[in-house]
């Protein structure tokens, strides 16, 4: 009985015999006697690659601890990172995100906790034996071999026959969009091609999930962006979990589903880039994320309509009330996107004579013209500098120009009390 097949991505393959339909692994296939045969171990049968309940995330860390010596690199940290999910653990250097990831990977040991990968404890497993692959910022290519057997080398390991190797290499060149450069060595190679050379051996293996140590980190600005476009892509593509790790805050807003900030060995904030952008839950994540404006101030009135501030830099500013009370010292952040610039003549009020407005009076330092915006440093009359970025169809103001500040209540976020000597943040490893 003759079977045609129908190959899919991933994991399995959907065969039909006659009237019957049924899912094969990776490999299989049905031959002339009807029997079920499978070709290649490329991927290994059992627990490492079982398909989970829906509920069960591809990674799952659970109170995971990393000392050396006297220093904890990662605190008791706890997250589940879902199936087909771009997942970004980003930080500061020292912050303990590629410690995290290495765990991950096998290639550092846990002090205390656990790693689950689709439910099967790996914590104290070599690398070989866990369904991960990983690639790192130096390429790690085998500068002696070509394109073609970098990529084949983990098949080869596995002894898969030389047919399905040359298949699977085939679609992993034409996945990164490398296919012809099969014959060239890595010397022959631009940086950003022996990354995706680097990516493409990566996933050749099929891994569950895909550990990413700053790939992109070694490559020029306009290359970097490039790349990070074709890894979206890629990642969409295949449908696997990706974790990256990354200090690069733009980068990781670009492409992520969810970002876990790192700080001192434990996460500040998990959640979407649209979460930890508009509504940081720290001060720590506000000024890391993007760029931000922190200002104090001390609450002079609670209304019906919101608290008023007066801020330690000389304005005003309108939030909601919930929580406050006259008195109460706190510290606002506003994004600088969200402010508008007015100049200001002499003996112009401006809004300080608006009850319901929020802020600021300086004058215009500094500016830099971005293209589609312009960036001003606007010194505050008591000596504090806020930036500002605004469309550049509002005309560029000079340098020397009084201006007042003004944005809007619902582009203010309040963080709580101001950082002092005994609640500021030490300086990150």
Same mark, same amino acid.
């Given at each position: 009985? !003759?079977?045609?097949?129908?190959?899919?991505?991933?994991? @399995?393959?959907?065969?039909?015999?006659?009237?019957?339909?049924?899912?094969?692994?990776?490999?299989?296939?049905? !031959?002339?006697?009807?029997?079920?045969?499978?070709?290649?171990?490329? +991927?290994?049968?059992?627990?490492?690659?079982?398909?989970?309940?829906?509920?069960?995330?591809?990674?799952?860390?659970?109170?995971? %601890?990393?000392?050396?010596?006297?220093?904890?690199?990662?605190?008791?940290?706890? #997250?589940?990172?879902?199936?087909?999910?771009?997942? $970004?653990?980003?930080? /500061?250097?020292?912050?303990?995100?590629?410690? %995290?990831?290495?765990?991950?990977?096998?290639?550092?040991? /846990?002090?205390?906790?656990?790693?689950?990968?689709?439910?099967?404890?790996?914590?104290?497993?070599?690398?070989?034996?866990? /369904?991960?692959?990983?690639?790192?910022?130096?390429?790690?290519?085998?500068?002696?071999?070509?394109?073609?057997?970098?990529?084949?080398?983990? #098949?080869?390991?596995?002894?898969?026959?030389?047919?399905?190797?040359? &298949?699977?290499?085939?679609?992993?060149?034409?996945?990164?969009?490398? %296919?012809?450069?099969?014959?060239?060595? /890595?010397?022959?190679? $631009?940086?950003?091609?022996?990354?995706?050379?680097?990516?493409?051996?990566?996933?050749?293996?099929?891994?569950?999930?895909?550990?990413?140590? =700053?790939?992109?980190?070694?490559?020029?600005?306009?290359?970097?962006?490039?790349?990070?476009?074709?890894?979206?892509?890629?990642?969409?593509?295949?449908?696997?979990?990706?974790?990256?790790?990354? @200090?690069?805050?733009?980068?990781?807003?670009?492409?992520?589903?969810?970002?876990?900030?790192?700080?001192?060995?434990? +996460?500040?904030?998990?959640?979407?880039?649209?979460?930890?952008?508009?509504?940081?839950?720290?001060?720590?994540?506000?000024?890391? +994320?993007?760029? *931000?404006?922190?200002?104090?101030? *001390?609450?002079?009135?609670? %209304?019906?309509?919101?608290?008023?501030? =007066?801020?330690?830099?000389?304005?005003?500013?309108?939030?909601?009330?919930?929580?406050?009370?006259?008195?109460?010292?706190?510290?606002?952040?506003?994004?600088?996107?969200?402010?508008?610039?007015?100049?200001?003549?002499?003996?112009?009020?401006?809004?300080?004579?608006?009850?319901?407005?929020?802020?600021?009076?300086?004058?215009?330092?500094?500016?830099?013209?971005?293209?589609?915006?312009?960036?001003?440093?606007? &010194?505050?009359?008591?000596?504090?500098?806020?930036?500002?970025?605004?469309?550049?169809?509002?005309?560029?103001?000079?340098?020397?120009?009084?201006?007042?500040?003004?944005?809007?209540?619902?582009?203010?976020?309040?963080?709580?009390?101001?950082?002092?000597?005994?609640?500021?943040? =030490?300086?990150?490893?």
């Amino acid at each position: 009985m !003759g079977a045609v097949r129908e190959p899919l991505r991933g994991d @399995h393959q959907v065969v039909a015999a006659g009237q019957r339909e049924c899912r094969l692994a990776s490999g299989a296939s049905v !031959g002339p006697d009807g029997q079920v045969k499978i070709a290649s171990p490329a +991927i290994a049968a059992g627990p490492a690659n079982a398909v989970p309940p829906p509920a069960t995330p591809d990674v799952r860390l659970i109170e995971l %601890t990393k000392r050396f010596r006297e220093i904890v690199a990662v605190d008791a940290v706890s #997250l589940d990172i879902r199936i087909g999910e771009f997942f $970004s653990l980003l930080g /500061p250097s020292g912050c303990g995100k590629t410690t %995290t990831l290495r765990m991950i990977g096998g290639f550092e040991l /846990p002090t205390s906790g656990r790693i689950e990968l689709r439910g099967r404890d790996v914590t104290m497993e070599p690398p070989e034996r866990r /369904p991960v692959n990983m690639v790192f910022q130096s390429y790690a290519l085998f500068p002696h071999l070509s394109v073609f057997d970098n990529v084949a080398f983990g #098949l080869r390991r596995r002894k898969m026959p030389d047919a399905d190797v040359r &298949r699977r290499v085939g679609v992993a060149l034409e996945l990164v969009r490398l %296919t012809g450069y099969d014959r060239r060595g /890595p010397g022959e190679l $631009s940086g950003g091609q022996q990354q995706r050379v680097a990516l493409a051996r990566a996933l050749v293996c099929e891994p569950t999930v895909l550990l990413l140590d =700053e790939p992109l980190g070694a490559l020029d600005l306009k290359l970097r962006r490039q790349l990070q476009v074709e890894l979206k892509r890629v990642q969409v593509e295949v449908g696997i979990t990706f974790v990256y790790v990354t @200090h690069d805050q733009e980068e990781a807003l670009a492409l992520s589903d969810r970002i876990a900030v790192m700080n001192r060995g434990h +996460i500040e904030q998990l959640g979407t880039p649209e979460e930890l952008y508009d509504r940081p839950r720290t001060r720590f994540v506000a000024d890391f +994320i993007g760029t *931000t404006n922190l200002l104090a101030g *001390t609450v002079s009135s609670v %209304t019906a309509d919101g608290a008023v501030l =007066e801020l330690e830099a000389g304005g005003r500013c309108v939030v909601g009330a919930d929580g406050l009370a006259p008195g109460a010292a706190v510290e606002i952040a506003v994004r600088p996107e969200a402010l508008e610039l007015v100049p200001r003549p002499a003996g112009d009020p401006g809004a300080a004579d608006d009850p319901a407005g929020s802020w600021l009076r300086g004058t215009v330092e500094q500016s830099a013209y971005l293209g589609t915006s312009i960036n001003y440093q606007v &010194r505050i009359d008591v000596g504090q500098r806020v930036v500002a970025s605004v469309p550049r169809t509002q005309g560029r103001i000079s340098a020397g120009t009084p201006v007042e500040i003004r944005w809007r209540p619902e582009d203010t976020l309040v963080l709580g009390r101001p950082a002092g000597p005994e609640n500021e943040q =030490e300086e990150p490893r």
